[in-house]
Nanobody, 115 residues
């Protein structure tokens, strides 16, 4: 069973930055697809960013140019660098690992953007 643990959330002012980390309990396989999702109160969970095995990335339009996803397979960790944060980025952020037909989720970390 794969376990994911997110960290790095918190309160930040608009325009600020945060870096989220997602540590896995086991080895990240080269074929795993790693991603970050977010869910705001009263809204559905939405994709923020994906990173594929070859390093190809995909971002939601709302975060393009501001967020960067990366993975360090040697440390079994995935990151989300978030810059130029806006109030609408306030959400609980979840790490996801997609391995074959299985999806694994972390417990989430709260990001609040407010002055």
């Amino acid at each position: 069973q794969v376990q994911l643990v997110e960290s790095g959330g918190g309160l930040v002012q608009p325009g600020g930055s945060l870096r989220l980390s997602c540590a896995t309990s086991g080895i990240i396989l080269n074929t795993d697809v790693m991603g970050w999702y977010r869910q705001a109160p009263g809204k559905e969970r939405e994709l923020v960013a994906l990173i594929l095995s070859g390093g190809t990335t995909n971002y939601a339009d709302s975060v393009k140019g501001r967020f960067t996803i990366s993975r360090d397979n040697a440390k079994n960790t995935v990151y989300l660098q978030m810059n130029s944060l806006k109030s609408e980025d306030t959400s609980v952020y979840y790490c996801n690992l997609h391995r074959w037909t299985n999806h694994y989720w972390g417990q989430g970390t709260q990001v609040t953007v407010s002055s």
